[in-house]
């Protein structure tokens, strides 16, 4: 079963920067379209952007589009979600999921492994 982990997560200013990790171990990493998501309180989970398995597609949320890259190093098993220029708005628990294909895909209901969250404060 695939398991996956985040990591990177934090208290920052508003401005700041983070970069969150995903990773999983002992499965075909290339075999999966990566989505990384976030729910604030009170609020539902949004997609926040994803990435193809072989890391040639990439789609972000227009909210964080200039501001947040994503990426994958298929060698480590990781993608990576930097985030930079936070804002107030950014703040949430973010999670990575796989999705059931290969794809960059943002639908809920494509992805059918989640990590468990790494929490982002953004905060002055």
């Known amino acids: 079963q695939l398991q996956l982990v985040e990591s990177g997560g934090g208290w920052v200013q508003p401005g700041g920067s983070l970069r969150l990790s995903c990773a999983a171990a002992?499965?075909?990493?290339?075999?999966?379209?990566i989505g990384w998501f976030r729910q604030a309180p009170g609020k539902e989970r949004e997609g926040v952007s994803c990435i193809s398995s072989g890391g040639g597609s990439t789609n972000y949320a227009n909210s964080v589009k200039g501001r947040f890259t994503i990426s994958r190093d298929n060698a480590k098993n990781t993608v990576y979600l930097q985030m930079n220029s936070l804002k107030f708005e950014d703040t949430g628990v973010y999670y990575c999921?796989?999705?059931?294909?290969?794809?960059?895909?943002?639908?809920?209901?494509?992805?059918?492994?989640w990590g468990q969250g790494t929490q982002v404060t953004v905060s002055s």
């Open positions: 999921a796989a999705a059931r294909s290969r794809l960059c895909v943002s639908s809920l209901g494509a992805f059918g492994a």
């Open positions: 002992g499965v075909s990493w290339d075999d999966y379209g």
